[in-house]
C-alpha cells in the first residue's frame, strides 16, 4: 500500500497557535523564512534560523517523525546536491585522487547547501502541515488578490488549486482499486522491462482518465446546480482576519530578516 | 466437505505503526467449500472486502495464512499470480475498470494473461459473454457505448472468462434495478450450476443473500461472529439487528410476531417458508 503513504500536501489537524494563524500570514512568514535562508552566510545566521524552526515544530506538536519521514523522497537531491558541492567547489584540496579532490571550502559549502535545502523542506512541510488545503487556497487568493486589477484569474486559478488538492487522495484510492481490479485479473505491473512495464500501465491509465474525466463532469454539473460563477461577488463563510499573534509573527518574521542581513553584515 | 480455500487466524492491520493503524481483522478462520454457494454478510467497514482480497493474493496477511487447495498461496509469487487466476474477484462496480477498445478484447485481458493460446481465449470469451447474457453483436462493440448494466455485465464475464474455481463477487448488483438486479444474479446461479464453481456473494442486503446462498457468513468489526444456513444465521436476528445488518423484512415480522406471545417458528427468510410456518401454526391450532 504504498500509494497511500504519500504525506506530501499532507493536513494533521490541531488546535495550536501555529494552527490558528491567518494562512496568509503563514504563507507570508513562510516566504519570509526563505528569504533570510537564501541570505544567510554564516554558521550563527544558521543556527538562528535552525532555532527559529524547532520552536516551530515543537509549538504547532507535529511529531518530527512525520517531518523526516516526508523527507524521504527528496533525500536523493539532498545527497547529490552534498556530492555536487563536495567535489566541485574549487580551493585548497585535502584529498585528491585523480581529477576527483575534496577541497574544504567543498565541505563546508555542502554542508550548508544541505541545511538549506532541509530548513526549506521542513519550513514548507510545517506550513502544509498546519494549514488545511482549503485555508491554503483561501490565503493565496487573499495574497494575490491585488493581481486581479492586472486581469490574472486569481480566484479561478485558487479554485482549481482547492478542486485538483481535493481530489488528489481521491485519485489515489481510484489507482489503488483500479489496480487491484486488474491484478485480479492476471496483469501485472511489477515485471518486465521499461516497454512491457508501460504497457502494462494502459489498462491502469485508461479507466483512470475515464473517471477523472467523469469526476469533473459531475462536479461541474453540481457547482452550477449551486449557481456557481465565478468568484464576481462571492463572499466567505469564514472571513480571514488578521489577530494579534498574526501582527507578532509578521513582526518576528520581518525581524528574522533583518537580523540575518545584520549578521551577513557582520560576516559571522 | 472439504475446503478449497480457507483462511487460518487471518489478521490484517492497515498502516501499522502510524497513528492511522486500524485492524481489519483479527485472527479469523473461514473456509469455502468445493462447490459452495457461499454468503459474505457484513456493513461498511466490517472487514468484508479486505477478507476477500485475502482471498485471492491481493493483499497480503499481517500474520496468519491463506490456503487455497491446502497450500499457503505466499508460498511463491508463481503461486500466488496463480491463485489469482483459480480465485476471480469480480470488485464492486467493476464497469469503472474496462479499458479495451472492445467488450471482446477486454473479456480477453485475463485468458491472454493467463498465455492461454487464441482459440481458447476465443473459447472462453464467448462462453462468458454467455453466461452474462451478452449477445454476440455486443462482443465488437466498444465498452463505453454501452449501458451501466451492460458494462457490469462485460466487466464480470471478464472474471468469468477466467473459469476460476472459486467466483467471488462483491456487490455485483450495487446500483442496478431490480430486473437487473434479477437477471444477474441469475447467472452467477448459471455459472455455479454449470461449472460447479465455489461461489462467494458479497452483500449487505439480507433479502438478496438468503435468496441465493447455501451457506453465510457474518462479518463484523473484523470478527465472524456467525456462519451457518440462512435459517440458523437469522435465528440470531436481534444480535444481527445489534450489529447494524437487520434480517430479512419476512424474518422480522416472525421474530416480532414470537415477541408477541405467537408460538411459531421465527427463523423464515423467504415468502414460501412464512406461509408454511403460518399453516402449519393454524393447523396445530385448529387441532386444539
Known amino acids: ?268 | 466437505m472439504d475446503a478449497i480455500i480457507q483462511t487460518e487466524k487471518l489478521s490484517h492491520i492497515y498502516s501499522a505503526g502510524t497513528p492511522f493503524e486500524h485492524a481489519a481483522l483479527e485472527e479469523v478462520d473461514f473456509a469455502a467449500c468445493r462447490g459452495e454457494y457461499l454468503g459474505i454478510i457484513g456493513r461498511t467497514g466490517s472487514g468484508k472486502s479486505t477478507l476477500i482480497q485475502h482471498l485471492n493474493g491481493l493483499l497480503k496477511p499481517t500474520s496468519g495464512r491463506v490456503l487455497f487447495e491446502g497450500k499457503d498461496i505466499w508460498e511463491t509469487k508463481e503461486r500466488t499470480r496463480q491463485t489469482r487466476f483459480q480465485v476471480g474477484l469480480v470488485f464492486q462496480y467493476p464497469e469503472y475498470q474496462l479499458f479495451e477498445e472492445t467488450v471482446y478484447k477486454d473479456i480477453a485481458f485475463g485468458p491472454r494473461n493467463m498465455k492461454l493460446d487464441e482459440h481458447e481465449v476465443d473459447r472462453r470469451v464467448r462462453d462468458a459473454a454467455a453466461f452474462v447474457g451478452l449477445p454476440d453483436a455486443v462482443l465488437e462493440k466498444s465498452p463505453f457505448e454501452l449501458s451501466g448494466g451492460q458494462k457490469r455485465r462485460v466487466a464480470i464475464a471478464g472474471v468469468i472468462a477466467m473459469e476460476p474455481a472459486v467466483l467471488i463477487l462483491d456487490e455485483p448488483t450495487a446500483g442496478l434495478d431490480p430486473v437487473g438486479v434479477e437477471s444477474i444474479l441469475g447467472n452467477i446461479r448459471d455459472y455455479h450450476r454449470a461449472k460447479n464453481a465455489t461461489i462467494i456473494l458479497v452483500s449487505h442486503s439480507m433479502e438478496e443473500v438468503a435468496r441465493s446462498v447455501d451457506r453465510l457468513v457474518v462479518v463484523s468489526k473484523g470478527h465472524i461472529p456467525f456462519t451457518g444456513t440462512p435459517r440458523e444465521v437469522f435465528a440470531h436476528g436481534d444480535e444481527l439487528e445489534a450489529m447494524g445488518l437487520g434480517v430479512p423484512q419476512v424474518t422480522r415480522v416472525f421474530h416480532r410476531l414470537r415477541a408477541m406471545g405467537v408460538d411459531i417458528d421465527p427463523s423464515v427468510y423467504t415468502i414460501g417458508q412464512a406461509r408454511a410456518a403460518v399453516r402449519d401454526y393454524l393447523a396445530r391450532k385448529g387441532a386444539v
Open chain 1, 1 to 268: 500500500m504504498a500509494l497511500k503513504d504519500i504525506t506530501l500536501g499532507q493536513y494533521f489537524p490541531g488546535n495550536t497557535v501555529i494552527h490558528r494563524l491567518d494562512p496568509r500570514t503563514k504563507l507570508l512568514f513562510t516566504v519570509l523564512y526563505i528569504v533570510a535562508l537564501f541570505s544567510a552566510k554564516g554558521g550563527v545566521a544558521y543556527a538562528v534560523l535552525f532555532a527559529v524552526l524547532c520552536a516551530s515544530i515543537a509549538v504547532s506538536r507535529i511529531h518530527p517523525r512525520n517531518i523526516l519521514r516526508g523527507m524521504k523522497p527528496i533525500l536523493f537531491i539532498i545527497v547529490l546536491t552534498a556530492v555536487l558541492n563536495i567535489f566541485y567547489t574549487p580551493g585548497d584540496p585535502i584529498w585528491q585522487w585523480k581529477f576527483l579532490k575534496i577541497t574544504v571550502e567543498g565541505l563546508w559549502a555542502a554542508f550548508f547547501m544541505v541545511l538549506r535545502i532541509s530548513f526549506l523542506i521542513t519550513c514548507t512541510f510545517l506550513l502544509t502541515y498546519t494549514t488545511s488545503p482549503i485555508m491554503l487556497t483561501d490565503g493565496l487568493e487573499r495574497l494575490l488578490g491585488p493581481l486581479k486589477k492586472l486581469r490574472v484569474p486569481v480566484h479561478e486559478l485558487s479554485m482549481m488549486m482547492s478542486i485538483a488538492l481535493r481530489f488528489i487522495p481521491t485519485l489515489i484510492e481510484e489507482t489503488d482499486k483500479i489496480m487491484s481490479a486488474q491484478k485480479a485479473r492476471g496483469a501485472d505491473f511489477d515485471t518486465g522491462n521499461l516497454f512491457q512495464k508501460a504497457k502494462a500501465l494502459v489498462p491502469l491509465l485508461v479507466p483512470l482518465f475515464i473517471s477523472a474525466f467523469r469526476r469533473a463532469d459531475e462536479l461541474a454539473t453540481a457547482m452550477e446546480c449551486r449557481c456557481y460563477h465565478g468568484g464576481e461577488g462571492r463572499t466567505r463563510l469564514r472571513q480571514l482576519r488578521f489577530q494579534g499573534s498574526d501582527i507578532a509573527a509578521l513582526i518576528l518574521g520581518t525581524a528574522l530578516v533583518a537580523l540575518v542581513l545584520i549578521f551577513r553584515a557582520l560576516g559571522i
